[in-house]
């Protein structure tokens, strides 16, 4: 609702009016953005970006903000980059021109950074959507049709197992990388949930062995292979096509529809050709995050159409074997407490030697 309020507000500036306004940082990455941030690049002069990304602004908000300063003539000269510091001030950091602010001409995604940053740079490749469905998780609360008030998210788990309570229930804030930190169990089978709940999904979907995949900051991903843990909304599943052969319903179709550029049959024979835990193993490494960079620009939160566009490489057997293999010795390093970081960087090498 914050685009319409700034265009509005750079109508109705003078000549060489300034406009500015304290708005969420997905103004300069998200697709909804990029008609406002074409026509200022084109029509006006941006005179300076303070990045707040990363620093709580507003005590109950999720989202980081940036602060635009826009002037009402013709663009020239370089932008400010300023950023937001340890002691509350904000200092400039950089300069850019407006060209060079632009990380692509097809999205018109900003890039605040010094980093060179581009989508296209493995334009060849499949990407992860290629291989998996890619779905946010339950919402775990009352429909608010069906079951207005009948009952909250905490009215549904419990932190000890019974005959209710009878599924492993985790959220984002449950998970690093390969490791599950806190497990509780969710109400199951009864007549509130699933049935009753704001967006249950649909029950298969936590049936198969799973990428889980946080939605803040830097990716930590883990693989559920057989406790089927059910999650909420704070996070992302990715499940192989070939694991929801057969399985057809509403969530499904539209996705295929909307985000996929190949008919399921083909992703599902993709999906065969990569391993759970090589994805695992690329996901969680050094390049994971640049190649986030290239999605999101500097976003702090995940959204399901950076997940489905990382590029995905799919070498040889034996080189997805050995990315798999440190994957899986690093998973079980971390549920014993032992030092990997040996793995770690050997993983990350492997990875990076990928994509060159």
Same mark, same amino acid.
């Given at each position: 609702?914050?685009?319409?309020?700034?265009?509005?507000?750079?109508?109705?500036?003078?000549?060489?009016?300034?406009?500015?306004?304290?708005?969420?940082?997905?103004?300069?990455? #998200?697709?909804?953005?990029?008609?406002?941030?074409?026509?200022?690049?084109?029509?006006?002069?941006?005179?300076?970006?303070?990045?707040?990304?990363?620093?709580?602004?507003?005590?109950?908000?999720?989202?980081?903000? /940036?602060?635009?300063?826009?002037?009402?003539?013709?663009?020239?000269?370089?932008?400010?980059?300023?950023?937001?510091?340890?002691?509350?001030?904000?200092?400039?950091?950089?300069?850019?021109?407006?060209? *060079?602010?632009?990380?692509?001409?097809?999205?018109?995604?900003?890039?605040?950074?010094?980093?060179?940053?581009?989508?296209?740079?493995?334009?060849?490749?499949?990407?992860?959507?290629?291989? /998996?469905?890619?779905?946010?998780?339950?919402?775990?609360?009352?429909?608010?049709?069906?079951?207005?008030?009948?009952?909250?998210?905490?009215?549904?788990?419990?932190?000890?197992?019974?005959?209710?309570? /009878?599924?492993?229930?985790?959220?984002?804030?449950?998970?690093?990388?390969?490791?599950?930190?806190?497990?509780?169990?969710?109400?199951?089978?009864?007549?509130?949930? !699933?049935?009753?709940?704001?967006?249950?999904?649909?029950?298969?979907?936590?049936? /198969?062995?799973?990428?889980?995949?946080?939605?803040?900051?830097?990716?930590?991903?883990?693989?559920?292979?057989?406790?089927?843990?059910?999650?909420?909304?704070?996070?992302?599943?990715?499940?192989?096509?070939?694991?929801?052969?057969?399985?057809?319903?509403?969530?499904?179709? *539209?996705?295929?529809?909307?985000?996929?550029?190949?008919?399921?049959?083909?992703?599902?024979?993709? *999906?065969?050709?990569?391993?759970?835990?090589?994805?695992?193993?690329?996901?969680? *490494?050094?390049?994971?995050?640049?190649?986030?960079?290239?999605?999101?620009?500097?976003?702090?939160?995940?959204? !399901?159409?950076?997940?489905?566009?990382?590029?995905? !490489?799919?070498? #040889?057997?034996?080189?997805?074997?050995?990315?798999?293999?440190?994957?899986?010795?690093?998973?079980?390093?971390?549920?014993?407490?032992?030092?990997?970081?040996?793995?770690?960087?050997?993983?990350?090498?492997?990875?990076?030697?990928?994509?060159?």
């Amino acid at each position: 609702m914050y685009i319409p309020f700034m265009e509005l507000g750079l109508q109705l500036l003078c000549h060489n009016g300034v406009f500015s306004m304290i708005v969420p940082y997905p103004l300069t990455n #998200q697709k909804y953005g990029k008609k406002l941030r074409k026509m200022i690049a084109e029509e006006y002069r941006l005179l300076e970006i303070a990045d707040l990304n990363g620093t709580k602004i507003f005590e109950n908000a999720t989202v980081s903000n /940036c602060i635009p300063f826009i002037r009402n003539c013709q663009p020239e000269d370089k932008l400010r980059i300023s950023k937001i510091f340890e002691d509350k001030t904000i200092r400039e950091v950089l300069r850019k021109t407006p060209e *060079s602010l632009k990380q692509d001409e097809r999205n018109y995604v900003w890039n605040l950074t010094g980093e060179k940053r581009t989508r296209n740079r493995f334009a060849n490749m499949n990407v992860l959507g290629d291989f /998996c469905y890619i779905s946010v998780g339950m919402v775990v609360n009352a429909d608010e049709k069906n079951a207005q008030g009948a009952f909250k998210k905490e009215d549904l788990i419990s932190d000890t197992y019974d005959s209710i309570h /009878c599924r492993k229930y985790i959220e984002a804030k449950d998970i690093d990388k390969y490791q599950v930190k806190r497990v509780r169990y969710l109400e199951w089978d009864t007549e509130r949930c !699933p049935n009753q709940l704001r967006r249950p999904t649909f029950r298969e979907l936590y049936d /198969c062995p799973k990428l889980l995949i946080n939605r803040l900051g830097v990716l930590k991903v883990y693989l559920d292979i057989d406790t089927h843990y059910l999650h909420s909304d704070s996070m992302f599943c990715a499940v192989l096509w070939k694991d929801l052969k057969g399985i057809n319903n509403k969530s499904i179709s *539209s996705s295929i529809k909307k985000f996929c550029k190949h008919n399921r049959v083909d992703m599902e024979v993709l *999906s065969g050709e990569v391993d759970l835990y090589y994805l695992l193993g690329i996901l969680n *490494s050094s390049m994971a995050d640049q190649l986030l960079a290239d999605q999101r620009g500097g976003d702090y939160h995940i959204y !399901p159409e950076h997940i489905r566009n990382l590029p995905i !490489p799919v070498p #040889q057997k034996e080189v997805q074997g050995s990315i798999g293999i440190i994957a899986k010795e690093i998973l079980y390093r971390r549920e014993t407490n032992t030092n990997y970081s040996e793995l770690e960087e050997q993983l990350n090498g492997l990875v990076a030697a990928l994509y060159q």
